[in-house]
């Protein structure tokens, strides 16, 4: 069913703009009748893992802005061009003195699109300086192509060993520009393309370059290593592109998925599936386990979803001000429906499957 | 109209018939999953076929639950009508070639 795109929830003042009222339906029925299990019963029935608790911090992952050049369906931070949260230069700076002595080994920068923050590069330029094994820029491909400012952007990137992480939800322009908006398949292609040609994604290329699926629609992704088989001869085939891994990732019910889960009357089916599809394997390595997510303006969390739900880590330190890794490493993680779609089949994770 | 023969809701409950008769239920689900496994034939290519028999034998929970197993797994609309057409083909065809015991029969009683 199609669904407003145009524009962001906020811009259109929508009920569920509101967080409040996205954690009233996620702790509504079906849950609240108790025809599905809460998440928080479901991991105390079936692990030994609650509540749930952080291990070793691997990865701390900043949303640098909600300003977005695309409007995607299924945008779980309901980012757009309207969206004017930025994050400053005065709070870049905090996280680059956290990164000088943190234990983990990868810095994940993420947004709306982490480009269009007019201090990115200078984000980029002092971030990689400090220190960091694997830095990741999700970059969603067409803000290469957008504006003049930014056709250096594969250059900018190789220049700094920038990890790119890119979304592609399918190699047929049709399913990509429902999701993602007309011309943005094309768009990707050739920025793919680009990024091929200055070696990222290339067999044995250190310059890593790694493609995000998320389904187009209210059914869970399929199995991984099959998707990337084969869109990787597709890629190859009817666009001579390469890249290195594919991330298959659930959509998981906030903001505009959640939106649209709901005005397409997929709302109860789809939490049936991700309940049904549950894996308590996939529980061990959830992502808020080794991750920390930092919000434009400095807030801690424990993954970028509970970001966008505003669920801060259950701490005394909530703010890259007060940032100290040992204390905010003893924690509980903040968890509810949603977390479901972590723990679905393979499970995922920002880094794709994890079981 | 209040009441249909089918709801899908019901899909969700196809386990349950596991509970008035557990050895054969759960016999049928245990062959179930292992039909749709990665074999000879690939998992897709069993989604596909079992596509089609949706259609052919006409189970709209069964139409239900394999769309959406295509789309899960990346199989186009295009794939996926060309393999309703194929159930249509084979039942066009089982029908048609029943016209050779029509025209047999009408050979037969014929002066």
């Given at each position: 069913m199609a669904v407003n795109t145009k524009t962001s929830l906020k811009k259109r003042d929508s009920d569920l703009a509101n967080i409040n009222k996205q954690m009233e339906i996620l702790n509504g029925e079906p849950f609240s009748n108790g025809e599905l299990p809460s998440f928080a019963k479901k991991i105390k029935d079936t692990t030994d893992q609650f509540p749930l608790r952080p291990k070793k911090l691997e990865i701390?992952?900043?949303?640098?802005?909600?300003?977005?050049?695309?409007?995607?369906?299924?945008?779980?931070v309901d980012a757009g061009p309207d969206r004017k949260e930025i994050m400053t230069r005065?709070?870049?700076?905090?996280?680059?003195?956290v990164i000088k002595t943190t234990g983990a080994h990868t810095l994940d920068l993420t947004g709306g699109a982490p480009e269009m923050n007019?201090?990115?590069?200078?984000?980029v330029e002092q971030a990689g300086a400090a220190?960091?094994?694997?830095?990741?820029?999700?970059?969603?491909?067409?803000?290469?192509?957008?504006?003049?400012?930014?056709?250096?952007?594969?250059?900018?990137?190789k220049k700094h060993n920038v990890h790119v992480v890119s979304s592609m939800p399918h190699w047929t322009r049709g399913k990509t520009d429902k999701q993602r908006g007309d011309g943005v398949f094309d768009k990707s292609?050739?920025?793919?393309?680009?990024?091929?040609?200055?070696?990222?994604?290339?067999?044995?290329?250190?310059?890593?370059?790694?493609?995000?699926?998320?389904?187009?629609g209210a059914y869970l992704p399929g199995d991984q290593a099959s998707m990337e088989k084969e869109m990787k001869a597709a890629l190859l085939e009817d666009f001579?592109?390469?890249?290195?891994?594919?991330?298959a990732i659930t959509n998981l019910p906030i903001a505009r998925f959640l939106d649209y889960l709901v005005a397409s009357e997929n709302y109860e089916d789809y939490m049936y599936a991700l309940v049904d599809a549950y894996n308590p394997a996939a529980v061990e390595n959830v992502m808020c386990t080794n991750t920390i997510s930092i919000s434009w303006d400095g807030w801690l969390y424990d993954c970028d979803f509970n970001q966008m739900l505003d669920l801060k880590i259950d701490n005394k330190i909530q703010h890259i001000d007060d940032y100290n890794e040992d204390l905010i490493n003893n924690r509980k993680i903040q968890i509810s429906q949603h977390c479901y779609g972590c723990t679905a089949g393979a499970g995922s994770s920002c880094q794709g499957v994890v079981a | 109209m209040d009441k249909t023969y089918y709801d899908p809701k019901d899909l969700r409950k196809f386990g349950k018939i596991t509970e008035w008769s557990e050895e054969l239920g759960?016999?049928?689900?245990?062959?179930?999953?292992?039909?749709?496994?990665?074999?000879?034939?690939?998992?897709r290519e069993k989604s596909l076929i079992a596509l089609a028999v949706s259609h052919a034998v006409h189970c709209p929970y069964c139409i239900d639950a394999y769309t959406g197993d295509a789309l899960k797994r990346?199989?186009?609309?295009?794939?996926?009508?060309?393999?309703?057409?194929?159930?249509?083909?084979?039942q066009a065809g089982a029908t048609l070639v029943h016209g050779v015991q029509m025209m047999n029969k009408v050979n037969k009683l014929e002066m």
């Amino acid at each position: 069913m199609a669904v407003n795109t145009k524009t962001s929830l906020k811009k259109r003042d929508s009920d569920l703009a509101n967080i409040n009222k996205q954690m009233e339906i996620l702790n509504g029925e079906p849950f609240s009748n108790g025809e599905l299990p809460s998440f928080a019963k479901k991991i105390k029935d079936t692990t030994d893992q609650f509540p749930l608790r952080p291990k070793k911090l691997e990865i701390i992952q900043v949303n640098v802005g909600y300003m977005c050049n695309q409007v995607c369906a299924h945008c779980h931070v309901d980012a757009g061009p309207d969206r004017k949260e930025i994050m400053t230069r005065e709070t870049m700076d905090k996280i680059v003195e956290v990164i000088k002595t943190t234990g983990a080994h990868t810095l994940d920068l993420t947004g709306g699109a982490p480009e269009m923050n007019p201090d990115f590069r200078y984000f980029v330029e002092q971030a990689g300086a400090a220190g960091i094994k694997d830095f990741i820029v999700r970059s969603n491909l067409t803000i290469i192509r957008a504006n003049p400012k930014y056709h250096d952007l594969p250059d900018f990137f190789k220049k700094h060993n920038v990890h790119v992480v890119s979304s592609m939800p399918h190699w047929t322009r049709g399913k990509t520009d429902k999701q993602r908006g007309d011309g943005v398949f094309d768009k990707s292609i050739k920025a793919l393309q680009e990024l091929n040609e200055r070696g990222y994604g290339m067999p044995g290329s250190d310059l890593k370059l790694d493609l995000v699926y998320n389904p187009s629609g209210a059914y869970l992704p399929g199995d991984q290593a099959s998707m990337e088989k084969e869109m990787k001869a597709a890629l190859l085939e009817d666009f001579n592109i390469q890249f290195h891994n594919l991330f298959a990732i659930t959509n998981l019910p906030i903001a505009r998925f959640l939106d649209y889960l709901v005005a397409s009357e997929n709302y109860e089916d789809y939490m049936y599936a991700l309940v049904d599809a549950y894996n308590p394997a996939a529980v061990e390595n959830v992502m808020c386990t080794n991750t920390i997510s930092i919000s434009w303006d400095g807030w801690l969390y424990d993954c970028d979803f509970n970001q966008m739900l505003d669920l801060k880590i259950d701490n005394k330190i909530q703010h890259i001000d007060d940032y100290n890794e040992d204390l905010i490493n003893n924690r509980k993680i903040q968890i509810s429906q949603h977390c479901y779609g972590c723990t679905a089949g393979a499970g995922s994770s920002c880094q794709g499957v994890v079981a | 109209m209040d009441k249909t023969y089918y709801d899908p809701k019901d899909l969700r409950k196809f386990g349950k018939i596991t509970e008035w008769s557990e050895e054969l239920g759960t016999k049928f689900f245990d062959y179930y999953g292992q039909v749709f496994e990665e074999g000879e034939l690939t998992a897709r290519e069993k989604s596909l076929i079992a596509l089609a028999v949706s259609h052919a034998v006409h189970c709209p929970y069964c139409i239900d639950a394999y769309t959406g197993d295509a789309l899960k797994r990346g199989i186009t609309k295009g794939e996926m009508m060309e393999a309703v057409h194929v159930a249509g083909a084979i039942q066009a065809g089982a029908t048609l070639v029943h016209g050779v015991q029509m025209m047999n029969k009408v050979n037969k009683l014929e002066m």
